[in-house]
């Protein structure tokens, strides 16, 4: 069964960034917006784009990610001449080994992309927020005869600094990438989104296999190795909204941005992000309530006060609780008299009466480098009275 383009989704990495966030889930897999989880995102641009065959490459933690994509019908994926495949490392032979790298994890699945003998293949991650057109993508690179096309986008110069870089002519053509270069010398960012001709890729994820000393990544071996050779590759400017959310600030910083409702918008009806979403009754916010400028998910109930915040499904913040620039997510109770500001709460956690989460970055003008969102992870409780501060990470019960 022939397919001019498969998508494969990276979506194993461990997202030790993230902390206590991952600590049961892999990255891919953390909630987002009050009804997402991260990898909604590409499948539901994959959806979007005409993609209907996309393969998942699971690793870390992946039971609650299989869980969810489940046969893919959310994102319009449960297709019987194609749709969405759940691949992990497995054993061949005598041995198996765990995906090794990027370029290794397609590498271990060249017989999945061979059953559907595409003429590119669309590599993706599984852990950035934004809407992308894939098939536009398509379009240039066929256009363009180009053997790789690398998506980018323009950044300020100290952000250049900390990502990997497209150096560029005129064309377009990359001849350059810098990692993380001291004195960039352009701000086209790599978004880590490739479209190959996939005779080309396999040729060189072969090679790359063979050598020893290969650390088998996409950025660090294959991009490199085919600069040097001389093959075509070109950029692919994208100008919306993305950001990677692989640490705990940008994650809040990201969740924060929903809110504007200018940055992204997520009831677009041109190009919906679709999710698995729990069945729960509608919210309910109390006489004595308070909810401003925040989204609140079905089955929450609100009887104290939310400001700038992001309830996902099933929270419940009670009378005299407080709750500002924070992300609660599925499941969380905010008890009476606790105060939640500048936090992340991961699902299931419980904060007692009277305890202080967080603080806001006013209380840390004279040292900002010692105030971040404060985070507590899935499952635990935070005892009556008790304080997590700025920056403070709780992994366990604080009784």
């Known amino acids: 069964m022939k397919k001019e383009i498969i998508a494969m989704l990276l979506a194993g990495g461990q997202g030790s960034r993230l902390y206590v966030l991952t ?10 917006g009050g009804k997402f989880k991260l990898i909604d995102f590409p499948l539901s641009n994959c959806a979007n784009s005409g993609i209907d065959t996309v393969g998942v490459l699971t690793q870390y933690q992946p039971h609650e990610l299989n869980a969810y994509i489940g046969s893919g019908q959310p994102w319009d994926l449960d297709r019987l001449d194609g749709g969405v495949h759940i691949l992990p490392p497995y054993i061949k032979g005598k041995a198996g080994t765990w995906y090794k790298g990027t370029a290794n994890a397609i590498f271990q699945n060249i017989a999945f992309i061979e059953n559907y003998d595409p003429e590119y293949v669309l590599i993706l991650g599984g852990d950035h927020i934004y809407k992308m057109d894939y098939a536009k993508m398509l379009e240039q690179h066929k256009l363009e005869q180009a053997d790789c096309t690398i998506a980018v986008l323009e950044v300020s110069l100290d952000e250049a600094s900390r990502m990997g870089i497209m150096n560029a002519d005129e064309s377009g053509r990359i001849y350059e990438f810098e990692e993380k270069p ?21 040729d060189y994820l072969l090679a790359d296999e063979s050598d020893a000393k290969s650390k088998n990544d996409f950025g660090g071996n294959i991009i490199p190795k085919m600069l040097a050779d001389g093959q075509k590759m070109m950029i692919h400017r994208f100008s919306g909204y993305w950001r990677d959310v692989g640490t705990i600030d940008s994650l809040w910083e990201a969740n924060m941005d929903m809110l504007s409702g200018a940055e992204i918008n997520l009831s677009s009806p041109s190009w919906r992000i679709y999710a698995r979403n729990p069945i729960s009754p509608p919210h309910y916010v109390g006489d004595n309530a308070t909810v401003s400028h925040s989204l609140i998910t079905e089955g929450c109930e609100v009887y104290g006060g939310v400001f700038n915040s992001v309830l996902f499904n099933d929270v419940t913040v009670e009378q005299g609780a407080f709750v500002e620039y924070s992300i609660i997510m599925p499941g969380a109770v905010v008890e009476r008299g ?31 480098d010692d105030w971040g969102v404060a985070v507590i992870a899935s499952g635990v409780t935070i005892g009556e009275g008790k304080t997590v501060g700025a920056r403070e990470m709780a992994d366990a019960d604080l009784i």
């Open 23 to 32: 600590t049961h889930v892999a990255k891919p897999a953390v909630p987002f």
């Open 182 to 202: 001291a004195k960039p010398k352009s701000t086209l960012a790599s978004m880590g989104i490739y479209i190959f001709t996939w005779s080309k890729l396999k």
């Open 338 to 368: 606790a105060m939640v500001k500048y936090a992340i709460i991961a699902e299931n956690a419980r904060i007692k009466s009277g305890a202080k989460i967080g603080a806001p970055p006013d209380d840390f003008a004279d040292n900002p």
